[in-house]
């Protein structure tokens, strides 16, 4: 079974400084795609990041990055230079189709 | 507009009734995902219309639930019956890709309150 693990239900970082948002997944597919969104307060839900199975580059994206380690089945998600509107759910998923819990980011002015 | 669009934004229904919830994907975009979000909780799967195939309906949690995609394009969710428990935010998304492995584009959601 294919699933989505982010253990961190809450989290808060200082404006200005990098944080790391954990997840872990499960599957038996040899090509897979991990995805990134945010959802803000108003509910709507912004695609972030992409990392396929057989990128051997990890993602990035301005100031989001993929920290994608393949053996350890785990694509942390880093967030430099954070923002208060960063503040935010943020759920990882697998093929758009399983998504995680999400974390939610607090961030500190 | 070019984003996903979803309507009725809001619906609030009395326990029993049937409800249906718009979605209207990109122009394009040939997968179509149905998602169901309980307050403060992460996505639930329900259904994914790719293409012709058959739809991928491991996610719908009773047979009171029900969705169809007309002419790859503008989909339905049907709830029948609706109980207290189905209220939720219901959220649609389209994409360009095949498997699940392009970005999906959300709609704002339809917000189901059963009393």
């Known amino acids: 079974a294919q699933k989505i693990t982010q253990t961190q239900p809450g989290m808060f970082v200082q404006e200005k400084e990098a944080v790391t948002l954990d997840c872990t997944y499960d599957t038996s597919d040899q090509s897979y795609g991990l995805f990134w969104y945010k959802q803000p307060s108003s509910g709507e839900m912004i695609f972030l990041i992409y990392?396929?199975?057989?990128?051997?580059q990890n993602a990035t994206e301005g100031r989001y990055s993929l920290n994608f380690q393949k053996a350890r089945k785990s694509a942390n998600l880093v967030i430099s230079a954070s923002q208060l509107g960063d503040s935010a759910m943020y759920f990882c998923?697998?093929?758009?189709?399983?998504f995680g819990a999400g974390t939610r980011l607090f961030v500190k002015a | 507009g070019a984003g996903v669009s979803q309507s009725p934004s809001n619906k609030v229904t009395e326990k029993g009734k049937d409800v249906e919830l718009r979605c209207d994907p990109i122009?394009?975009?040939?997968?179509l995902y149905w998602y169901r979000q309980s307050l403060g909780q992460g996505l639930e799967f329900l259904i994914y219309f790719q293409g012709n195939s058959a739809p991928d309906k491991s996610g719908l949690p009773s047979d009171r639930f029900s969705a169809e995609r007309t002419g790859g394009s503008v989909s339905t969710l049907t709830i029948q019956r609706t109980q207290q428990e189905d209220s939720a935010v219901y959220l649609c998304a389209s994409s360009s890709g095949q498997g699940g492995l392009a970005e999906a584009f959300f709609g704002q959601g339809t917000r189901l309150t059963v009393v």
């Open positions: 998923a697998m093929r758009s189709l399983i």
């Open positions: 990392q396929g199975s057989y990128d051997e």
């Open positions: 122009s394009g975009h040939t997968a």
